[in-house]
T-cell receptor, first 112, second 111 residues
């Protein structure tokens, strides 16, 4: 079963607008990661937030984590056409067994 | 530059044929992983290895095999037992407890 589930499945915005994507998960985690995938390419690691952190920034990216609600959000500010990609969250669980589970992704389309 | 290299970029397989996808990393990462991605879908774990000479099945290991004879290399063989192998295959590596580095993928098509 999916540990991380992104919402919305697809998002279309105008260049310059902000884009917000959400990720929900089911079990306790050590950390949560966000990745970006351009069409037909591998995933690129964007940001990792640990379970004891609430917010993290990297350039135009802002990630929040609410462990009480088991959810995270990725905000991309002042979006650009080049931000068009799929964005995945991945959760690193702290229970037994293999730990890192990827969600199905949010497909972001930024119109120029 | 350190990184992870997958080859080939495109691969065509005939029915009943085994094919091997290459994955090499020079990041000195202990752990390596193989994922399968179908169109518009997320990643599903095939196999992973956290140390040389050891590997574990993921969620969809049937019809696949791997080896980990060297820290740098984690090849994936898609066997004839895999009935629906057409997909995008991604290899990744990671140090313990941190984010993954992915290769650029191999697109496998059955002809």
């Amino acid at each position: 079963s999916q540990q991380g589930e992104e919402d919305p499945q697809a998002l279309s915005i105008q260049e310059g607008e902000n884009a917000t994507m959400n990720c929900s998960y089911k079990t306790s985690i050590n950390n949560l990661q966000w990745y970006r995938q351009n069409s037909g390419r591998g995933l690129v690691h964007l940001i990792l937030i640990r379970s004891n952190e609430r917010e993290k920034h990297s350039g135009r990216l802002r990630v929040t984590l609410d462990t009480s609600k088991k959810s995270s959000s990725l905000l991309i500010t002042a979006s650009r056409a080049a931000d068009t990609a799929s964005y995945f969250c991945a959760t690193d669980r702290n229970t037994g067994g293999f730990k890192t589970i990827f969600g199905a992704g949010t497909r972001l389309f930024v119109k120029a | 530059d350190g990184g992870i290299t997958q080859s080939p970029k495109y691969l065509f397989r005939k029915e009943g044929q085994n094919v091997t996808l290459s994955c090499e990393q020079n990041l000195n990462h202990d752990a390596m992983y193989w994922y399968r991605q179908d169109p518009g879908q997320g990643l599903r774990l095939i196999y992973y290895s956290q140390i040389v000479n050891d590997f574990q099945k993921g969620d969809i290991a049937e019809g696949y095999s791997v080896s980990r004879e060297k820290k740098e290399s984690f090849p994936l063989t898609v066997t004839s037992a895999q009935k629906n192998p057409t997909a995008f295959y991604l290899c990744a590596s990671s140090p313990r407890g941190d984010g993954y580095t992915f290769g650029s993928g191999t697109r496998l098509t059955v002809v």
